[in-house]
């Protein structure tokens, strides 16, 4: 990079108020742009976002708020705030296509401005300008920002926690902001279980008092235990009323949505994971190199500086590096392991890298890395289009299978993605954030719309509304979100952990109750209590080859289940 690289990596010729002022607006600008661009032109999309949009639904449209719910069951894998967040904004808009991308969109903005801050604070305003849009291109945290899941709101609130003990540990700006990120622990607590992570930041701090002391440490003794007090009390704010409604309830199904969210998905689900199993190096090996580009590119180089700044007792990089490290330790010893567990952990990363951004951008080799990986990917795009649009068998087959031509798509990207690299030539550094931030406008506008046919069974419910009365009742086994979250039809099934042998008999029970309900399965399901040759075709959604059966396709010889199979109804009250 020579010395004519533009403001984006120099901008000393600000002066501090105005550079200030500067990035506040075009961070703003770019954030809001990126992260906001496609909103409401696409539906939820499997596995998760259907799930929380379909609760927020039933939130508004039942008046049952503080249990969530999917098609009537209690959901007991997470704490309601999610749900709430996008139940408000459902409330609020009218539209839930709207509604429940705007969570995680807004977390993922306040993220990126604590980024700023704390880089600003911490050494200087451009170093914060640099974190901030490494946060901003970094492909993980994006992709978290377009999506519906949980984890874009808890890497806010553990954001928010690192944010007030950074302030408190390093900057030593008073025990204030101790308790204000203790608080935001505890809400993250209560959003998703592991909002407490910000507290493992004390260990390196206070290994760092010992080894390199200091003429000014923090004084306090009962302090700290008051920051842990704040951090239970936010997460009483939740668990206080829940337990008390479920007391007064007398409901054994209250009771196990306690149980199992108190102790099942918390301690049992870390300790013994029974899905999402990987290897203790998972996050390393598989996650880190892929979805922490560029960042994971220049690790190396980084790796460096870090260990120098050790050296000489620089805390900033003690405190977070340590508080990384212990992250991703705490999360690679529990067997069950998703790439998304680690997102909190990439805002820090940033943060610590940005000081030494500008220095190894200057180097031939990271440069070239940066620039080469975007060459390769816009070739790759490319090479795949062009083989999808000369229809070579692999790509025939996947047309067939999914439905979807994105060939065009694909070529588009690629010829981008070329274009950009060869304008930025001269200017390497560049290559990544233009070409990243172009994949982002191109994929949440045309990508969408493409996507959003293949990844909603709005397909299949419409065959199924040619080809029933449109006063029919529906029960489905082997039950979606999704389907309840598009259907018109009242919708009937039997719990989402129910196995498909109970599941049947139940159905088959209910279905005999009233010729006008038909069972909505798929192809590969065992249906030893119907006559599957009365099968109604209903087309291909989320892998699957769904078929309707009518009642008459019910045999005599079918037994009720051994076991009480409970049925769930919802008669939705909009369509989105």
Request: glycine letters at 6%; a positive charge; charged letters at 15%.
């Amino acid at each position: 990079m020579n010395n004519s690289t533009s403001y984006w990596f120099n901008k000393t010729y600000f002066q501090s108020g105005e550079e200030h002022s500067f990035n506040l607006f075009w961070l703003a600008i770019l954030s809001i742009g990126i992260i906001f661009v496609g909103l409401g032109l696409r539906d939820p999309w499997p596995a998760d976002e259907p799930r929380f949009a379909q609760i927020a639904r039933e939130m508004v449209e039942t008046g049952q708020w503080f249990f969530p719910m999917r098609g009537g069951e209690l959901y007991p894998d997470k704490p309601p705030i999610f749900m709430w967040s996008i139940a408000v904004f459902y409330a609020l808009t009218g539209s839930l296509k709207v509604a429940f991308l705007l969570p995680s969109a807004i977390c993922s903005v306040v993220t990126t401005f604590l980024i700023y801050d704390l880089g600003k604070r911490l050494w200087s305003t451009q170093v914060g300008w640099y974190a901030a849009l490494l946060l901003l291109f970094s492909l993980q945290f994006v992709l978290q920002a377009k999506s519906a899941q949980i984890d874009a709101m808890v890497c806010c609130w553990i954001t928010i926690g690192c944010y007030g003990l950074i302030r408190h540990l390093i900057l030593n700006d008073g025990w204030k902001w101790f308790f204000l990120g203790s608080f935001f622990m505890g809400i993250g607590v209560i959003t998703k279980g592991v909002g407490f992570l910000p507290i493992l930041m004390l260990i390196p701090y206070f290994v760092a008092r010992f080894v390199f002391p200091q003429a000014n440490e923090i004084k306090g003794s009962w302090q700290w235990f008051v920051g842990i007090l704040v951090l239970l009390s936010a997460t009483l704010l939740w668990f206080i009323p829940m337990v008390y409604l479920v007391e007064q309830s007398q409901n054994p199904l209250f009771e196990q949505y306690r149980d199992n969210i108190l102790f099942k998905q918390t301690g049992e689900r870390y300790a013994k994971s029974w899905h999402h199993v990987k290897p203790f190096w998972y996050y390393v090996v598989e996650v880190i190199p892929v979805f922490w580009l560029p960042l994971s590119l220049l690790l190396p180089w980084l790796a460096k500086k870090w260990i120098q700044a050790i050296k000489q007792g620089d805390r900033r990089i003690i405190l977070i590096l340590g508080w990384i490290v212990l992250l991703l330790l705490f999360f690679s010893i529990s067997p069950g392991k998703r790439g998304v567990y680690i997102l909190p952990a990439l805002p820090m990363l940033a943060l610590i890298t940005a000081p030494y951004i500008k220095e190894i951008l200057l180097l031939k080799w990271p440069k070239l890395l940066v620039y080469s990986l975007v060459i390769l990917l816009a070739s790759i795009s490319l090479l795949a289009g062009v083989l999808g649009l000369v229809e070579i068998k692999a790509t025939v087959k996947l047309t067939q299978k999914y439905a979807i031509e994105p060939w065009n798509y694909l070529v588009f990207i690629g010829v981008c993605g070329l274009l950009v690299s060869w304008l930025l030539r001269k200017h390497k550094a560049y290559s990544w954030p233009v070409a990243i931030g172009l994949f982002w406008i191109i994929y949440s506008t045309w990508g969408y719309q493409l996507l959003n046919s293949v990844k909603t069974p709005r397909n299949v419910l419409a065959n199924i509304a040619e080809k029933i009365p449109s006063d029919s009742e529906i029960a489905m086994l082997g039950f979606r979100e999704q389907f309840l979250l598009f259907s018109p039809f009242s919708f009937t099934h039997f719990g989402y952990h129910t196995k498909v042998d109970p599941a049947q008999r139940a159905a088959w029970l209910w279905q005999g109750k009233n010729p006008k309900r038909y069972v909505l399965t798929f192809e590969k399901a065992d249906m030893s209590c119907f006559d599957m040759t009365q099968a109604i075709d209903v087309g291909w959604a989320h892998r699957n080859h769904w078929l309707l059966l009518p009642s008459t396709a019910r045999l005599a010889s079918c037994k009720q289940p051994a076991q009480q199979v409970n049925a769930y109804t919802f008669v939705p009250k909009t369509i989105i």
